[in-house]
């Protein structure tokens, strides 16, 4: 699978060790930053990163930053993006198995390492169960497109 990933200042020691992680489990990983620990806007990697998930230019996204919570509410803005700030292993997998989310996003502040790597592997094993779960993901996406559920 191709694979977006960025993060904010908080979040790109995780994210490029994550990054080394998803290549050496085969998967092609495209990094939309950012590459140190200065100050920058969460929101501009958040988007970038998005963007080629929602363009169809990789099949999924990750995004770190301190909480996960800002680049989700940033990475959502983009149609036709599910993103799911994750800090357990079951949420992670249930937002793939339930609500097919496209985007994961950690928090590096609140989650161990090897919580995050953990959180990844079942988050990129995870496939859609569809079913019952396909008509609010469908809801889901009628809101991004402006239409009622």
């Not at 060790?17 to 950012?34: C, I, K, M, Q, Y």
């Not at 990697?45 to 919570?69: D, K, N, P, W």
């Not at 919580?115 to 019952?132: K, P």
Request: hydrophobic residues 40%; proline residues 2%; charged residues 25%.
């Amino acid at each position: 699978m191709k694979i977006a990933i960025a993060a904010d200042h908080a979040g790109w020691k995780d994210k490029t060790w994550l990054a080394n992680h998803v290549r050496s489990a085969g998967h092609d990983v495209r990094d939309f930053g950012t590459d140190s620990d200065a100050s920058c806007d969460y929101p501009d990697f958040a988007a970038a990163a998005a963007r080629a998930v929602s363009a169809g230019e990789c099949e999924l996204g990750i995004l770190v930053c301190g909480t996960g919570l800002g680049m989700a509410m940033a990475a959502d803005k983009i149609p036709g993006i599910r993103a799911a700030a994750c800090e357990s292993v079951t949420a992670a997998r249930y937002s793939r198995t339930h609500n097919n989310a496209n985007v994961l996003c950690l928090g590096s502040r609140l989650t161990p390492r090897e919580q995050l790597r953990e959180m990844v592997d079942v988050w990129l094993a995870a496939e859609f169960e569809g079913g019952r779960h396909q008509r609010r993901v469908d809801k889901i996406n009628a809101l991004d497109k402006g239409r009622t559920c």
